[in-house]
């Protein structure tokens, strides 16, 4: 009895949250969702060199290779099974993978990309809350979905990109 004694005296005191005001009520409603973690993107120097290590090395299933010009990267997708990796490289010279480059000679982490139910909401909303959108509309990402980048300044350093599920 004296160590069951000492361990019950000894035990620290877990504080619990009052009952009557539950967290999500300081949250405020939204008109749209914010949903799972589509993907995280890196930013590679060398695209094949990237592909192997995560296919042939790590033994992920690695998409084709896809150019959108229309945003200025090659991007390939490597499948995770609960979220995928994008990785991107330039494609052009005023490409924004080139200029994150030059600041990140070996790549890096470029940017998280999470879905929501209602682009168009969330950006309405977005914009009364003070957060910058890249962009006036959203535009169709890799996977021919609208999406959104939000400014990292607003979004404590990380670029978030919004995709419409």
């Given at each position: 009895?004296?160590?069951?004694?000492?361990?019950?005296?000894?035990?620290?005191?877990?504080?619990?949250?009052?009952?009557?005001?539950?967290?999500?009520?300081?949250?405020?409603?939204?008109?749209?969702k914010?949903?799972?973690?589509?993907?995280?993107?890196?930013?590679?120097?060398?695209?094949?060199?990237?592909?192997?290590?995560?296919?042939?090395?790590?033994?992920?299933?690695?998409?084709?290779?896809?150019?959108?010009?229309?945003?200025?990267?090659?991007?390939?997708?490597?499948?995770?099974?609960?979220?995928?990796?994008?990785l991107?490289?330039p494609?052009?010279?005023?490409?924004?993978?080139?200029?994150?480059?030059?600041?990140?000679k070996?790549?890096?982490?470029?940017?998280?990309?999470?879905?929501?139910?209602?682009?168009?909401?969330?950006?309405?909303?977005?914009?009364?809350k003070?957060?910058?959108?890249?962009?006036?509309?959203?535009?169709?990402?890799?996977?021919g979905?609208?999406?959104?980048f939000?400014?990292?300044?607003?979004?404590?350093?990380?670029?978030?990109?919004?995709?419409?599920?």
């Amino acid at each position: 009895s004296g160590l069951l004694t000492r361990l019950q005296t000894s035990a620290p005191t877990v504080r619990t949250l009052s009952s009557s005001k539950s967290l999500s009520q300081n949250i405020p409603s939204c008109l749209w969702k914010l949903g799972r973690l589509n993907h995280v993107a890196i930013a590679v120097p060398d695209l094949e060199k990237a592909q192997c290590l995560y296919r042939d090395v790590l033994g992920a299933r690695v998409s084709e290779t896809v150019a959108l010009p229309e945003h200025g990267v090659y991007t390939v997708f490597v499948e995770l099974g609960n979220t995928k990796l994008e990785l991107l490289h330039p494609l052009g010279e005023k490409s924004p993978i080139a200029s994150f480059l030059q600041k990140n000679k070996t790549g890096g982490m470029h940017h998280i990309c999470i879905e929501v139910d209602d682009i168009k909401a969330a950006m309405t909303e977005l914009k009364k809350k003070q957060i910058r959108i890249l962009s006036e509309e959203p535009r169709i990402g890799a996977h021919g979905k609208p999406v959104i980048f939000l400014h990292p300044k607003d979004c404590h350093g990380v670029l978030v990109e919004l995709e419409q599920a």
